[in-house]
Every structure is written in C-alpha cells, then in structure tokens.
C-alpha cells in the first residue's frame, strides 16, 4: 500500500506542478505580450503571411523604439500593422535613388530591400518628439509611413516590440 500512496502522491504533486506552470505561462502571456497574426507579404523576409508571432506590449513602457526594431502599431483606421522603424522622433528621413536617408546619411541596411516608390519621404520628412518612420522590409509591396495613409506614427499608435515567430512551427525563432 506505500508503494501505491507513493505513487498517487507523485502523480499528484507532478499534476500540481503542471498546472502552476501552465497558469504562470497563461498569465505571463496575457499580462504582458500580445499575438498577433501577420498578414500581407511586407515584411518578407524577417516574417511572412500566416505567421503567428508575440509582441513584447511592456517593451516601449519603460523605453523608446530603436532603430530597426520590427513593432506592431496601430493607424488611425484602428488597424493594427506591422513594420519596421527607420526613422526616430527629431531625425528628417528623404528616399531617393531607392535609399533611406536619415539627417542627410545613407542609412545601411540589408533588411530593406530597394524602394522604387519614395512618396512623401521624396521629400524630406521632419519627425517631430514623439514620431517615427516607418517602412517596410518588403518596401514595394508595403503601406507605411511613405504613404498619407499611414504618415509618421507616434508613439502613443505603438503597441509593441514583435520579438519571437510562435508559428508556423518550423519557423519557431526570435525576430530581429
């Protein structure tokens, strides 16, 4: 009989600890990061259409989007996109010649492709304190701050940092 209270000890103590990590993992999930499922192809090849990925909403709380950090903003349609940043609050971005300009220098990136369509960035674009510019990576086939539709985005639109590829599962990873 103490072999088999044992057991049932066991079982229950593994059943217990289960389901603490489950519900940490749930609370974790959903107090401080957000999915959301990519659609489009404008950010090929960093992510593409179907994929399920996180998004960090505590990461600009505390401090401000980097350059080329990939964030999930909203637009003022309240749709959610994703897209790259390129330009930060005081900078003045100009495309030309199918190449990101920022304060006058060539910003150096193998992440954007060439951009044959410079719209409003054709002319140099002053980001004010809380702004920013985004792109992109899969810059002819994006929507983004080139655009009137979508023009720079504050930082209150930002609603976080995308971070790690949940699926599809062989694409399991961090982004960068």
Same mark, same amino acid.
């Given at each position: =009989?103490?072999?088999?209270? #044992? &057991? ?16 940490? !993992? ?7 990061? !957000?999915? *959301?499922?990519?659609? @489009?192809?404008?950010?090929?090849? !960093?992510?593409? !259409? @179907?994929?399920?990925?996180? $998004? ?11 350059? =080329?950090?990939?964030? $999930? ?7 959610? #996109? ?10 003045? $971005?100009?495309?030309? #010649? ?5 304060? @006058? ?7 954007? /492709? ?8 054709? #002319?140099?674009?002053?980001? =004010? ?6 792109? @992109?990576?899969?810059?002819? /086939?994006? *929507? ?19 971070? &790690? ?7 399991? /990873?961090?982004?960068?």
């Amino acid at each position: =009989m103490t072999e088999h209270n #044992n &057991f049932i000890r066991y079982a229950v103590h593994y059943v217990t600890n289960f389901i603490i990590v489950i519900s940490l !993992a749930w609370f974790i999930v959903h107090s401080f990061l !957000a999915t *959301e499922s990519v659609s @489009g192809h404008s950010m090929e090849p !960093a992510i593409s !259409a @179907g994929d399920l990925v996180l $998004v960090d909403t505590l990461a600009y709380k505390f401090s401000a989007p980097k350059r =080329m950090d990939i964030i $999930v903003f909203q637009r003022s349609d309240s749709t959610e #996109n994703i897209k790259r940043v390129v330009g930060l609050p005081g900078e003045t $971005v100009v495309i030309q #010649n199918g190449h990101i300009y920022i304060d @006058g220098k060539l910003l150096e990136s193998d992440k954007i /492709s060439d951009i044959s369509l410079a719209g409003i960035a054709e #002319n140099p674009v002053e980001l =004010m304190a809380d702004e920013y510019f985004l792109i @992109g990576d899969n810059a002819d /086939s994006s *929507e983004d701050s080139r655009f009137v539709n979508v023009g720079n985005v504050k930082k209150s639109q930002i609603i976080g940092k995308v971070w &790690f590829r949940i699926l599809p599962i062989n694409k399991f /990873s961090f982004i960068h």
